[in-house]
């Protein structure tokens, strides 16, 4: 059964930093790619990052590129998401995604809120 458990959420000043983990199970992690996703309220889910399988290779959206680094350790079947620069419309629950065989797997999101 695939699993993610997210962590590192929570209040921060604008300008201040955050790191998101997200830790698989169920799967073959390092088979897999990984993207970040937020959401907030009243809006749409959107994509904030992405990484392949080997972490070779990341993406990342317009409102996130240069301030946000997402990262992966296959040994620990973890994903990460560094958060610099925070801004207040960063606010949102953040969740870790992944497609395997055609379906979608979310965590259950981790809260983050900028504001002073």
């Known amino acids: 059964q695939v699993q993610f458990v997210e962590s590192g959420g929570g209040l921060v000043q604008p300008g201040g930093s955050l790191r998101l983990s997200c830790v698989a199970s169920?799967?073959?992690?390092?088979?897999?790619?990984m993207s970040w996703y937020r959401q907030a309220p009243g809006k749409e889910r959107e994509i904030v990052a992405h990484?392949?399988?080997?972490?070779?290779?990341?993406t990342y959206a317009d409102s996130v590129n240069g301030r946000f680094t997402i990262s992966r350790d296959n040994g620990k079947n973890t994903v990460y998401l560094q958060m610099n620069s925070l801004k207040p419309e960063d606010t949102a629950v953040y969740y870790c995604r992944t497609t395997r065989a055609g379906v979608l797997y979310w965590g259950q999101g981790t809260q983050v809120t900028v504001s002073s």
């Open positions: 169920g799967f073959t992690f390092s088979n897999y790619p």
């Open positions: 990484i392949i399988s080997t972490g070779e290779r990341t």
